[in-house]
């Protein structure tokens, strides 16, 4: 238009024309630009700011607490979404009017960042038990506060807000005390019991884990079945059979199948299930060694007892060709003998048969070799069969090797697992020995190889072994000492007064707290917090053996110490220190081990929002914990449980789960398959606004897809947001409030965009405090592509450019085009925090405050809603479809440039879709030059759309001549003769334009 504006008669009207006019640059620049803005909302501390105003204006807390991260490495694309959609949370609720706080936190100790150490003073050739524990202890620390600096500017890089100045540390030393004060108020409640039973143990890590520090993959093993010789002997059987039964058992083993080798040694029992039927089968021949190429262990004669299901199978494996089952057989009362019984002294005891629940006869034998030190079925079986804990042989060391006074010299030294070298984590020497050692002894029949899943340590990779322990349990199906009930029901209980975000996810953590063991917190490392108990000479802790006022006593040096000295204080100094004056400490033991981390992890509530003032100590819950699907295993339950035991109740009201990170093809990330994308990578090519785009895009309930296109595909989509923004700066130049029409004198069209800002409102509030921020930009993307750019900016184009400033139809258009910037600002800048602030700042809004994010969404009047009249305009809508889509063929076609040069013909049959245009001028609708409504069916050649029946159009030209000014074309022979080249709309708003000037 402002190449035209001269005309044949040489007037110029350019200086009449209002086009928009902005510094807002076209391109966001975003890489360049974005840290600029975090350098500027540091130095302004907009987050004191943020919290300033909010308790100004009296807002309502909202706290979501931060899941801490390991503090062990550069961020990734996971955490940083993961930190992003906290912020989005965040932001979002205090646009809501919420006082939203945010304390980022760091998870500090265990083995991840003790692994790393280990690794750094093993590349300086010293081993960990080379390394002091206070100098390992301070080097841990170092490393964590290397990476926790890292990681913060990489989440400040994100556009994360928060009180970055004061984060939580489990490491820092009041977090320190409070998990020990947390953990004492566990144990004094009675629900700390010590036991023996098997856990997952890491021979290379040489620690006790928990479930959820495992991961399962396949993994190639032995697979043996083993005969256990029937003692038939008078004083074994007694009375429990017939002479012929026992005459017909002579000589006879019961077969087990398993595929750890290794835990024979520690066999004191076979477990076999009352409900299967077994039998009694003699071996008629078996293959020969010329068929096999070796002779099989297997031999005619030999008798063997099985599950009748499984008998084929077992006899097929030993090679057998033929057998016979001889009689049914009841193996309950039997005894029989090990099968290195002839070894060693040690194995010379007897070896019951146990009814259990867990035998099936689905695979194996029918019959389970039971080793209670060694699997938590066994361990469960042996004491359900009235057997102690104590009587658990336990032969197996903390580097998985055997050791033990009594065990054969063939065994001792062997080691299950190889823990070092570049082998570490395949197999060691135990199962070839103990395989060689049943060959010898004749009781072995037969041996191959299988694939199993199993569990490894996630930090090392290498298989793990369950092995019976002493080891600290909170106990899940206990009642407290004061009598409230087991930790089990509490969670259960508190899980029911839990939202979930998918709602679905309740079960998945709820059937977890339902079917879980007591937990396992006691950890053999040095990094961590000690687990803070004196033991007594009767084997009791402090907690238990002293009175309770004593053992607060006992409790209060210790979190003193703590306090004042981190947990150096507690590794440093010996039992008397806490116990002097108290009682004698004379036979009284320091506990070393470590707690697990996920108590520490769960127990930040305590210290980051109690301690801090952010909740009631006793009755305040976090808002919001926010993690990954993993977590229901991790932090959230370790959180459920700790608060549980000590408050009886959930420390959160809602739990939010977002899903994992997959490449475009849903499949996993990972650095060797080269699908990996890294955050800084993001934001050096297209902004990490992108990035904040895409993960409030995406469904993160699900597992998120991600890649160049993708990020491309929302970069498109920034540039339209950003471009509608831009516009409505340039539309607004030099706007005021002296311009403002009320609604009452507002054309038809602007009362529909208020209706439209008034659903989007609703729309808008609600999907934040739902957490749907893909609704939000669903919602947005349409508002500002359909309802603005290609309805409202193009009709409005005419009257913003060439009405006069005084003309109300264009102060009702600069009316409402402000106040749908100032919605736009505020409901975009949880999701484009750099962007929007740019824009702000450059609006006429921006003396409002020195930030956006300073403000709260604006109160949309509810009287702007007015679906009747909303109704009236989608029946215009419809119709302007097929004129536009009529048009866009003229122009296509080259009949027509601009949609100027027509003046349609739209027939329309229904009466009421006429209607729609009273009181309307159908050509500014239709950005024509002229247009005509007839009532009726049009010409069998004129365009219609195949979804909107009873409109069809005939695309004629536009008469007359050109307008010099607005390009319409219109009659001469009504133009103002002192303006006889421009329409006479646009003659008057050039004399009152020249004339105010």
Not at 396 to 413: I, K, R, S
Not at 844 to 868: G, M, N, Y
Request: net charge negative; with cysteine.
């Amino acid at each position: 238009m402002s190449n035209e504006t001269t005309s044949d008669a040489g007037n110029d009207y350019r200086d009449t024309l209002f086009l928009p006019k902005t510094e807002f640059p076209m391109r966001g620049g975003l890489p360049k630009a974005e840290p600029k803005w975090i350098e500027r909302w540091d130095e302004m501390k907009l987050y004191e700011r943020m919290r300033a105003d909010a308790k100004a204006r009296g807002a309502e807390p909202f706290i979501l607490h931060d899941g801490p991260p390991y503090a062990n490495g550069p961020i990734h694309l996971g955490t940083a979404m993961n930190k992003i959609l906290k912020d989005l949370v965040v932001r979002g609720h205090q646009m809501l009017g919420y006082d939203a706080s945010y304390i980022p936190g760091w998870d500090c100790h265990g083995l991840p960042i003790e692994w790393k150490v280990e690794e750094e003073f093993r590349s300086k050739g010293r081993t960990k038990d080379d390394v002091p524990g206070d100098e390992f202890r301070r080097a841990c620390r170092a490393y964590a506060e290397k990476w926790i600096e890292v990681q913060k500017q990489g989440f400040r890089r994100c556009g994360v807000e928060g009180d970055w100045d004061h984060p939580y540390l489990t490491m820092n030393y009041e977090s320190e005390a409070a998990t020990v004060r947390e953990f004492l108020s566990v144990a004094m409640s009675g629900r700390l019991v010590r036991g023996s039973k098997p856990i997952m143990w890491s021979p290379v890590e040489r620690t006790a884990l928990a479930e959820a520090e495992v991961e399962y993959y396949d993994r190639k093993v032995p697979v043996i079945w083993v005969k256990f010789p029937i003692k038939t002997d008078a004083e074994h059987w007694g009375d429990i059979g017939s002479k012929e039964e026992i005459d017909a058992l002579v000589g006879a083993s019961v077969i087990i199948w398993t595929t750890t080798p290794w835990t024979i040694p520690a066999n004191q029992a076979v477990s076999f299930n009352p409900s299967i039927d077994y039998g009694l089968y003699e071996v008629e021949t078996v293959m020969s060694e010329e068929e096999l190429g070796f002779a099989p262990f297997a031999a005619p004669g030999d008798k063997y007892v099985l599950a009748d299901a499984l008998a084929q199978g077992v006899m097929d494996s030993a090679k057998v060709s033929s057998f016979k089952r001889v009689s049914d057989v009841n193996p309950e009362g039997w005894v029989l003998s090990h099968p290195l019984h002839d070894l060693s002294d040690f194995y010379k005891h007897d070896i019951p048969m146990l009814a259990g629940d867990h035998v099936t006869d689905d695979a194996g034998t029918g019959f389970v070799h039971t080793a209670p030190a060694h699997g938590e079925d066994d361990f469960l079986v042996w004491i359900a069969s009235g057997h102690k804990a104590s009587d658990i042989r336990d032969i197996v060391n903390q580097d998985g090797v055997y050791e033990h006074d009594d065990l054969p010299e063939a065994l001792q030294g062997l080691d299950i697992i190889r823990t070092s070298g570049k082998k570490r984590g395949e197999q060691g020497k135990a199962n070839q020995e103990v395989m060689r050692l049943l060959t010898e002894a004749g009781n072995l029949l037969s041996r191959g190889v299988t694939m199993i899943r199993d569990a490894h340590s996630w930090r090392s990779k290498a298989p793990v072994i369950r092995r019976a322990t002493p080891q600290w349990f909170i106990a899940m199906d206990k009642t407290a000492s004061d009598g409230s009930k087991p930790l089990r029901d509490l969670a259960l209980n508190a899980l029911e007064d839990t939202a979930f975000v998918p709602p679905q996810l309740r079960n998945r953590i709820t059937s977890m707290v339902a079917d879980r063991p007591d937990w396992l917190i006691s950890r053999q490392r040095n990094w961590g917090v000690p687990i803070t108990l004196l033991v007594s000479p009767d084997g009791e802790p402090h907690t238990v053996s002293l009175p309770q006022d004593k053992a607060m006593d006992v409790n209060k040096r210790i979190l003193d110490a703590i306090a004042a000295e981190g947990v150096e204080a507690w590794f440093s100094a010996d039992a008397a220190k806490f116990l002097d004056g108290i009682v004698d400490p004379a036979g009284w033991e320091k506990v070393n081990d470590v707690l697990d981390v996920w108590f520490d992890s769960g127990t930040t509530h305590a210290f980051t929002l109690r301690d801090r003032g952010i909740i009631d100590e006793d009755t305040g819950q976090a808002d919001v914990y926010l993690e990954g699907s993993d977590q229901h295993r991790g932090w959230f339950q370790s959180s459920l449980l700790e608060n549980c035991a000590t408050r009886g109740m959930a420390p959160y009201k809602t739990v939010v789960t977002h899903g994992f990170i997959v490449d475009a093809d849903g499949k996993k990330m990972s650095k060797s398959l080269g699908n990996t994308v890294e955050p800084q990578k993001v934001a050096d090519q297209f902004g990490i606004e992108i990035l904040r785009l895409w993960t409030a895009s995406s469904d993160f309930t699900e597992d998120l897809r991600i890649s160049d296109d993708i990020l491309k595909t929302n970069a498109e989509s920034y540039r339209r947001l950003r471009n509608t923004l831009r516009y409505l700066l340039g539309a607004l130049d030099g706007y005021s409030e002296d311009e403002t029409v009320s609604r009452d004198e507002m054309p038809g069209l602007e009362k529909w965009v208020l209706h439209r800002l008034a659903e989007s409102d609703a729309l808008v509030r609600k999907s934040y405090e739902n957490f749907d921020f893909k609704r939000v930009m669903s919602a947005m993307l349409n508002f500002c592509g359909v309802d603005l750019s290609a309805i409202y900016f193009d009709i409005r184009k005419d009257s913003l450019y060439c009405d006069a400033p005084s003309d109300v139809r264009r102060r009702a258009t600069r009316t409402v085009m402000s106040l749908v910037l100032e919605r736009l600002l505020t409901w975009l800048a949880p999701i484009m925090p750099f962007t929007t602030e740019e824009a702000f700042l450059m609006s006429h809004f921006a003396d409002k405050a020195d930030s956006v994010h300073l403000l709260t969404f604006p109160e949309t009047p509810d009287s702007w809603l007015d679906p009747e009249l909303a109704a009236r305009w989608e029946k215009i809508f419809k119709v302007r479809r097929v004129v536009t889509g009529a048009l866009e063929i003229e122009r296509r076609e080259k009949r027509i440039g601009a949609s100027l040069e027509a003046a349609p013909e739209v027939y329309v049959e229904n009466a009421d879709l006429i209607a729609a245009f009273e009181g309307e001028n159908p050509a500014d609708l239709f950005i024509t030059s002229g247009a005509k409504l007839i009532e009726g069916s049009g010409p069998a050649d004129a365009y219609r759309l195949d979804d909107t029946a009873g409109v069809s159009v005939v695309p004629t030209k536009a008469e007359g001549i050109k307008c010099a000014r607005s390009w319409k074309y219109f009659d001469p022979a009504t133009a103002d003769p002192a303006y006889p080249d421009i329409t006479p709309r646009d003659a008057a708003a050039v004399k009152a334009i020249r004339s105010a000037a």
